[in-house]
């Protein structure tokens, strides 16, 4: 069965210390990993597609990673405005469904 | 350019009453997807529609919703005698094609049952 376990499922940071949220994945023929940003009351909003295991991404303070069995989203010397909760999602088979981790709540400090 | 558009953003009903759900999609989107968050736990895909046809409709539990996508308007995601477990908040995303392309949500609507 298809499945994205995300860690941690919270994590506080102060502002200006870097860390590394963790998504790994058990899914048959991967066709995209994708990672989501999701604010109180709001919307998955997109981050990054990642297609092959190798494959970076960055944008402003994130970067994101993917092997053959997990992605990391890094987050290098947070602000406030980043906390919010990100979301792993992959999409496999001939479908366009995605499925989704649990997400990871990241409160950052000032 | 505007984004993928749900209405209401809010819902009240009663148990025993129908909810429908609107969804426009990104302007040039054909491919739309359902999804559900129920309280603590996280998105869950419901159905996927091109215009006018349903292609996976796995997740959607068997009784009671439907879905639809017709050739001139948003797609309507119908749920009749809503239940309480029905509460939840309700996502519609689109994208241009299948292939590995980025779903794009909206902001959702949140559906509560008295």
């Known amino acids: 069965e298809d499945q994205v376990t995300q860690s941690p499922e919270a994590l506080r940071l102060q502002e200006g210390e870097s860390s590394s949220l963790n998504c790994s994945y058990t899914?048959?023929?991967?066709?995209?990993l994708f990672w989501y940003r999701q604010d109180p009351g709001k919307g998955p909003e997109f981050l990054f597609t990642?297609?092959?295991a190798g494959e970076e991404k960055e944008k402003e303070r994130l970067k994101a990673t993917l092997t053959k069995k997990e992605s990391f989203l890094h987050i290098t010397a947070p602000k406030p405005e980043d906390s919010a909760t990100y979301l792993c999602?992959?999409?496999?088979?001939?479908?366009?469904?995605?499925?989704f981790g649990q997400g990871t709540t990241l409160q950052v400090k000032p | 350019n505007a984004g993928v558009m749900q209405n209401p953003r809010h819902l009240v009903r009663r148990r025993g009453q129908e909810a429908r759900l609107r969804c426009s999609p990104v302007?040039?989107?054909?491919?739309v997807y359902w999804y559900r968050q129920l309280p603590e736990e996280g998105l869950k895909f419901m159905v996927y529609?091109?215009?006018?046809?349903?292609?996976?409709e796995s997740g959607m539990p068997k009784e009671r919703f439907s879905a639809e996508f017709p050739k001139e308007g948003p797609s309507i995601l119908r749920i009749q005698q809503v239940v309480r477990g029905d509460s939840a908040a309700y996502f519609c995303?689109?994208?241009?094609?299948?292939?590995?392309?980025?779903?794009?949500f909206g902001d959702g609507t949140r559906l509560s049952i008295l």
């Open positions: 999602a992959v999409q496999a088979g001939n479908t366009g469904k995605l499925i």
């Open positions: 529609l091109q215009k006018e046809n349903i292609i996976d």
């Open positions: 899914v048959s023929g991967l066709r995209g």
């Open positions: 995303a689109s994208s241009p094609r299948t292939d590995n392309q980025p779903q794009h």
């Open positions: 302007k040039g989107h054909s491919h």
């Open positions: 990642l297609y092959s």
